[in-house]
């Protein structure tokens, strides 16, 4: 196991002294962050990212994320010229020494959220989902007040795409999906490189816009669309936790001990209603994930890829992107090492 920390760049408040502070902490997650998506990234951004985690001792394995252009996703035409483009990535990034590209298959918005600075009644903040809120604010009847998605699009821009998700319903995703993995998946072969999807956050539709990263029967479905072990999973327990109808650790014992689980986001989540969820401290004590478990799954299941501590609370009076602070990760990464540390530790008696 690899613990390693996201990295956003040179804009992030988080520098890599600190990041290369934290006990136990082996490399970064990061990406380059100025290039539009379905464009190639240069060399030179791709090396100075690495350049810069040496500096700190720290690797540069892990890229989170190289999204995937919408037309890809819409199965557009103009789509092969985004795969190609996404293949000069995986080329480029292989070259550079990463193992793992983090990506995900969401239409439009990648993770849903209705408040990014919920006040908890110990003065910390974190990220929340209500169902109900966030239903309210569909962005088709005009608004365009989702918490953090505000700037990515423009009102128009957003009608349209969605106009032309109107026709796509899971199974011409999953279609779609599996024409984009067998257009990459010999690329990765050849660079070393994994591929590993993020589940959606939360795993269920939204909007009227398919979600289909979702479960145990999507995800088996999902490794048959490609079944070269270079088409894997970032198993996110926050993400597919936030359905407590997800079994986290039976998720993560199957398809790590498949070989298809090449990277792990560790948090947890406490279910606060049916379709409800706050984000807590990583510790089992505070949420509805048993930690312990997560861990010992990996653990057991022989699993030597990367691990990372998800969303944290803003704590100690921190400000900062919401869910990517310094302090609430770093005690997440360290728990996290702890717990993976007594597991190996009693097993060698
Ligand atoms: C949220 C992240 C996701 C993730 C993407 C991967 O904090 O876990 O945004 O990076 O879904 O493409």
Redesign the pocket.
Same mark, same amino acid.
């Given at each position: 196991m690899k613990m390693t920390f996201r990295w956003y760049g040179k804009s992030d408040p988080v520098p890599l002294e600190y990041i290369s502070q934290i006990p136990m902490m082996d490399g970064i997650v990061s990406a380059v962050y100025d290039v539009a998506p379905g464009k190639v990234w240069s060399v030179e951004s791709i090396t100075a990212i690495k350049k810069a985690a040496e500096r700190h001792s720290l690797s540069f394995e892990v890229v989170?994320?190289v999204?995937v252009h919408e037309d890809i996703k819409l199965g557009k035409p103009s789509r092969d010229g985004y795969i190609e483009a996404y293949r000069e990535n995986i080329r480029r990034l292989g070259k550079a020494g990463v193992k793992v590209i *983090?990506?995900?298959f969401?239409p439009v918005f =990648?993770?849903l959220r209705s408040e990014l600075e919920y006040k908890n009644p110990d003065g910390s903040s974190s990220l929340i989902y209500r169902q109900e809120q966030v239903l309210a604010m569909n962005p088709k009847s005009g608004s365009l007040s989702l918490p953090g998605w505000d700037a990515s699009y423009t009102k128009e821009g957003l009608s349209t795409l969605l106009d032309e998700y109107s026709d796509i319903d899971s199974e011409a995703l999953f279609s779609n999906l599996k024409y984009f993995l067998d257009a990459v998946i010999p690329i990765c072969i050849e660079y070393d490189v994994k591929m590993a999807i !993020?589940p959606d =956050?939360p795993p269920w539709d939204i909007f009227g816009l398919p979600r289909i990263i979702t479960d145990e029967k999507n995800l088996d479905r999902f490794l048959s669309l490609n079944n070269s072990p270079f088409n894997g999973l970032?198993l *996110?327990t926050g993400s597919l936790g936030s359905s407590p109808h997800n079994d986290i650790p039976k998720l993560l014992r199957k398809y790590s001990s498949m070989g298809r689980v090449h990277f792990v986001?560790a948090r947890n989540i406490k279910h606060i209603g049916e379709n409800d969820f706050n984000e807590t401290a990583h510790p089992s004590g505070y949420g509805s994930l048993d930690m312990y478990e997560i861990m010992k799954a990996l653990y057991d299941t022989g699993f030597d890829g990367y691990v990372r501590p =998800? !969303?944290g609370r803003m704590i100690w009076g921190e400000h900062g992107k919401p869910?990517y602070g310094l302090y609430d990760r770093a005690l997440g990464a360290v728990y996290l090492s702890g717990l993976w540390e007594a597991i190996q530790k009693s097993h060698k008696k």
């Open positions: 989170e994320s999204p *983090c990506y995900n969401m =990648d993770w !993020h =956050d970032t *996110c986001h =998800d !969303h869910g």
